[in-house]
């Protein structure tokens, strides 16, 4: 027969319940993590014209043809609108998928060299930079997810199309065609 001492009851109580604080403690933390980086980044600002919505799911603004320099149709897409600073900075950032019909147009407030980088992007995009004549000036195809170098227009531009990677090169889109586009 061995000898064991019992512990206290005291002891044990304590052991006990610094082991139920840690995991409440815990558990706050990670959902404070959670909410912070997951939950708020699927908001977005109810001024820029796409709501507060729960999902990044697409919103059709407005429709978007592209002609060439001939003013032959090339193709027509749906558009969701970035126009204030807070839809401009987060444009298609944590989507997970669009469609090929889609694309988010970005209105600058004046025209000049416009610069993106894919930080927080997840799928590639070709970025179609336009002029305040509705040129494209600069197409940067495929771009690579989470890429923190700059994609930036050759010339000034006061617009620019996020499109799914490989559209221009389906559709031939190149520099010097042309873009129309209006609000719904």
Do not use: C
């Amino acid at each position: 027969m061995t000898n064991r001492k019992k512990q206290p009851k005291s002891k044990t109580r304590k052991n006990s319940v610094t082991i139920i604080v840690s995991v409440i403690i815990a558990s706050l933390i990670a959902f404070m993590v959670y909410s912070k980086f997951i939950v708020g980044t699927t908001k977005k600002n109810t001024t820029s014209g796409i709501g507060n919505m729960s999902s990044f799911d697409f919103k059709k603004e407005g429709e978007l043809t592209f002609i060439n320099s001939g003013d032959v149709f090339i193709s027509k897409v749906d558009i969701e609108i970035a126009e204030d600073q807070d839809a401009l900075s987060t444009g298609l950032k944590y989507r997970t998928s669009m469609e090929e019909h889609q694309a988010m147009l970005f209105i600058f407030p004046y025209e000049r060299i416009q610069s993106f980088w894919m930080q927080h992007t997840i799928i590639s995009l070709d970025m179609i930079f336009v002029n305040k004549d509705n040129e494209v000036v600069t197409v940067r195809k495929s771009t690579i997810p989470f890429d923190e170098n700059s994609y930036t227009s050759t010339k000034l531009a006061i617009y620019v199309i996020e499109v799914n990677a490989g559209y221009t090169d389906r559709h031939n889109i190149q520099v010097g065609d042309k873009i129309v586009w209006r609000r719904l």
